[in-house]
């Protein structure tokens, strides 16, 4: 009897991935420690929340603080006058933020007095950029009207005093100024204190992006846009038309 070998090009790459997966973390010791390795490295999955807000109507007045102030930096040299009160301990360094602000982010700062005296200290900063959206590694460009926040950080000992609402609300009101109507981006839905600060900055969930790794092989999908601004159209009331005056009844 003859036995025929068919060739499947597929599971030979399976089998030599799976082989070269196996002795790479062989080396690693312990079977628990491998067969989890090894289904991390075969298949993994990401997952992001889109949020959205509207721009159309101002916020709401925020309580005063007198000790914090938030402000946008859109320019270079207004980024390195304070680039000096930028403490290192934020995940994005100030060669980081100044190279983000290069490529056209605009960065807004809140900044506190110093706690031992002497000057201000940069303790939250928000990232963001006008038309595009992007997410787990994919950019969209997008109107200039759609304005993306990559990430807020507020340093952890300042953390529950409402600094991500102010960091947004000026961010927001500065783009409100130059005809920004959508604010969007993207969170993690295990992020509860994110979760929680977005929806207080009015920000809601309409839509996931997601990213799926097997073998390597990286796949990416988002909810189509046009299914986010169907979803943030039926689901926050439309924009106050104006009450009508005597002179636009006559010219209707
Ligand atoms: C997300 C983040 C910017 C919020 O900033 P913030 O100024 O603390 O925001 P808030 O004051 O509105 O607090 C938001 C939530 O944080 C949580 N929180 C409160 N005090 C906290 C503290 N001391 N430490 C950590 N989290 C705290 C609470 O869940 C709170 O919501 P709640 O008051 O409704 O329960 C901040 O937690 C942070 O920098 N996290 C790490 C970076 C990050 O995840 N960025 C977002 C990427 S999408």
Not at 135 to 164: C, N, W
Not at 234 to 243: E, K
Request: glycine fraction near 8%; proline fraction near 7%; include cysteine.
């Amino acid at each position: 009897m003859r036995t025929t070998v068919q060739s499947w090009p597929v599971l030979d790459t399976v089998k030599g991935h799976l082989a070269q997966r196996a002795r790479a973390l062989a080396a690693l010791g312990g079977a628990r420690g491998l067969w989890q390795a090894l289904t991390i490295s075969l298949y993994s999955r990401q997952l992001q929340w889109i949020t959205v807000k509207r721009l159309d109507a101002p916020d709401p007045a925020l309580p005063p603080d007198p000790e914090t102030e938030c402000f946008v930096v859109d320019s270079l040299p207004a980024f390195d006058a304070v680039a000096p009160e930028i403490p290192p301990a934020f995940r994005d360094s100030v060669k980081a933020l100044e190279a983000r602000v290069a490529r056209g982010c605009v960065v807004c700062l809140a900044r506190r007095p110093h706690k031992d005296g002497g000057g201000q200290v940069v303790v939250g900063y928000e990232i963001a950029e006008r038309g595009i959206f992007s997410a787990l590694g994919r950019r969209k460009a997008l109107g200039g009207d759609v304005v993306f926040s990559h990430y807020a950080e507020v340093l952890p000992t300042y953390r529950g005093q409402r600094i991500h609402r102010r960091l947004f609300a000026a961010r927001d009101e500065y783009f409100r100024q130059r005809g920004g109507k959508i604010l969007c981006g993207v969170v993690a839905p295990h992020n509860r204190a994110s979760l929680h600060a977005l929806a207080r900055a009015g920000h809601q969930v309409v839509g996931t992006v997601a990213r799926v790794s097997v073998l390597r092989v990286v796949v990416v999908w988002q909810t189509p846009w046009e299914r986010i601004t169907r979803a943030l159209q039926s689901s926050l009331p439309a924009p106050v038309a104006p009450p009508a005056t005597a002179a636009s009844r006559a010219a209707a």
